[in-house]
């Protein structure tokens, strides 16, 4: 107990000393030449992560040009479907690094460097490391251009700054300036029992308070009655100035009677600590009320670093008897404070609701791993996929199997083994574990097959099912017709679709030469572009072949003609 104090101390006076260590401020000018407005800010609460920079919104447009905001090089480029999209990596001679993601296209040399490897790899998704001398860049150069490719919602320009341990660290913290004249609001504050004999207003259950919007703005909860370890949660976000979306917030801190009870800060993280979200928030509450609720105490398994001060891991003991004041301020990074106050009377009523708790065959404890058979299925839970020992609902019927419901977080993948020996052994390989989404549909999870055996990895829980797919994909070319001359297309555009387990490969040639194709998942569509200058011939004969996770292969062959 004394080391751990001693460590905790040791650790609180490291992180002083980090703060006292002074960013850069004036060193990164701004990577874009309009006002910075954001959807997106540093810190924001995301599914199964943190938002790791700041989303810059682009006026609902792609193609501005992206300015390097200090010297470097490029030191990493990566191209993905899903994710980052097209991503830039810049480091830089101060030690932090900056990240641009879902670009449209890169600027110049390094989009000339990336068609290169794209056309030696043959392959649209690359990952690059070029020499601290291939690709360097000025300060004010034209890097990329903003664009809406990987997993973006809508064009915008995702920007971070690391720093030399690759942490993702809060921009603003350099002097990115984003105008803020608006104090964050606030969506519900929780109170939860903690202790085996806690309760709040004669409940064992978490309760959501009713606040009261005071003349100076502030809150004021109506008084609850508690007795017991108890913590309390807040959703919360932040608004800036020129734009409507809800931001992540950047400090939040709790006082129990006058003393610093627990502090949030959004300032840096690291990347193998960001999935620990989903154990910082009320999963279960965000589940059923898409609102994220951050709790404002840290439970077992919560190694985040983003508490930066707790007493009593922002726990409070509610004594009988007694008055007291809990408060929640919640900052933004202009310094822009919302307050709530929440009045406590300490008392040890009867309880009215006991804890609600669903028991099942199946007892999970967190720290061992389990494993448990239901039909033709099989569980296996490695120790510390879970974060708290809990009850499961586990059911197999025929082909599905309903695994709990998505409303427990699993940080560690768990697999789901199915036998399926009653296939006839020619389908076993168009068989895959697919997750039922919320249409119902069999959403592919990647499954690999032993015999007649087939595994599948899963970090979400709900229900899966067999499913054969036995269809090959479909392929479309939608501008240009078989046989015919196009010597003014720019481009040869393709729609690609497939049904139950999705598009996995695709590969085009033309007179037998790969072609480089740019897959947006979101459109399906594939396309080429001629300004690649591979294509010299007048008479091209066209061969594009789709695959689908399963195997299942379409092939497309057309001519066309240009001079
Ligand atoms: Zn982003």
Redesign the pocket.
């Known amino acids: 107990m004394k080391n751990t104090l001693l460590l905790c101390l040791l650790i609180i006076g490291g992180l002083g000393l980090q703060a006292q260590q002074s960013v850069p401020t004036d060193y990164f000018s701004n990577p874009l030449d309009i006002p910075l407005i954001l959807s997106?800010s540093f810190g924001e609460l995301r599914s199964n992560h943190f938002?790791?920079?700041?989303?810059i919104k682009t006026q609902q447009k792609e193609g501005l040009p992206i300015y390097a905001p200090a010297d470097g090089y490029v030191s990493r480029i990566k191209v993905a479907h899903y994710g980052y999209g097209k991503a830039l990596y810049i480091q830089h001679p101060n030690g932090y690094s900056t990240v641009y993601?879902?670009l449209q296209k890169y600027a110049g040399a390094i989009e000339q460097y990336v068609k290169e490897n794209q056309y030696n790899k043959e392959s649209f998704e690359v990952e690059l490391f070029p020499d601290a001398s291939r690709l360097t860049v000025n300060k004010g150069d034209i890097i990329g251009y903003t664009g809406n490719s990987g997993s973006?919602g809508g064009p915008?320009l995702?920007f971070e700054i690391r720093d030399g341990a690759s942490r993702p660290m809060n921009p603003m913290l350099f002097g990115i300036d984003i105008p803020d004249s608006k104090k964050p609001l606030i969506n519900s504050v929780m109170a939860y029992p903690i202790s085996e004999e806690a309760h709040i207003n004669r409940s064992q259950n978490p309760v959501k308070l009713r606040l009261m919007l005071q003349k100076d703005g502030s809150y004021k909860a109506e008084k609850i009655t508690a007795h017991g370890k108890i913590g309390f949660g807040v959703s919360a976000y932040d608004q800036q100035d020129g734009a409507s979306n809800k931001n992540g917030v950047y400090k939040i801190t709790t006082h129990y009677n006058g003393t610093e009870s627990f502090k949030v800060l959004f300032e840096k993280f690291s990347f193998d600590e960001t999935r620990y979200l989903n154990r910082f928030i009320d999963y279960y509450y965000w589940m059923n009320n898409k609102s994220r609720v951050q709790k404002l105490f840290r439970e077992a398994n919560n190694p985040l670093s983003v508490i930066t001060n707790e007493n009593e891991n922002g726990f409070i003991t509610v004594e009988d008897g007694f008055s007291s004041n809990y408060t929640i301020e919640v900052t933004d990074f202009k310094g822009n404070v919302i307050n709530i106050t929440v009045p406590i009377e300490g008392s040890n009523s009867e309880i009215l609701e006991p804890k609600t708790v669903a028991k099942t065959d199946d007892f999970i404890y967190a720290n061992q791993a389990t494993s448990i058979s239901k039909g033709k299925f099989s569980v296996y839970i490695p120790a510390n996929s879970l974060y708290e020992d809990t009850y499961l609902d586990i059911q197999a019927q025929g082909d599905t199997l309903l695994l709990h419901e998505d409303v427990i977080p699993i940080h560690k993948n768990i697999t789901i083994t199915v036998d399926a020996s009653n296939y006839d052994p020619k389908d076993l390989d168009r068989l895959y574990v697919g997750r039922l989404n919320y249409r119902g549909d069999p959403y592919y999870n990647t499954t690999t097959r032993k015999g007649d055996k087939l595994s599948a990895y899963t970090r979400t829980f709900g229900s899966y099912v067999l499913v054969a797919d036995t269809t090959a994909p479909s392929v479309k070319a939608l501008n240009f017709d078989d046989g015919k001359w196009i010597s003014k297309n720019e481009t040869l555009r393709f729609k690609i679709t497939d049904d139950l387990s999705g598009i996995s490969s695709y590969r085009a040639t033309v007179n037998g030469k790969f072609i480089l194709l740019e897959y947006d998942y979101k459109k399906d569509v594939l396309t080429y572009d001629f300004d690649d200058g591979v294509i010299t011939d007048s008479e091209n004969n066209l061969k594009l072949i789709v695959i689908d996770n399963v195997g299942n292969s379409t092939t497309f062959e057309a001519t066309f003609f240009r001079k």
């Not at 938002?51 to 989303?55: A, K, Y």
């Open positions: 997106g938002h790791s920079g700041l989303d993601a879902h973006s915008h995702h």
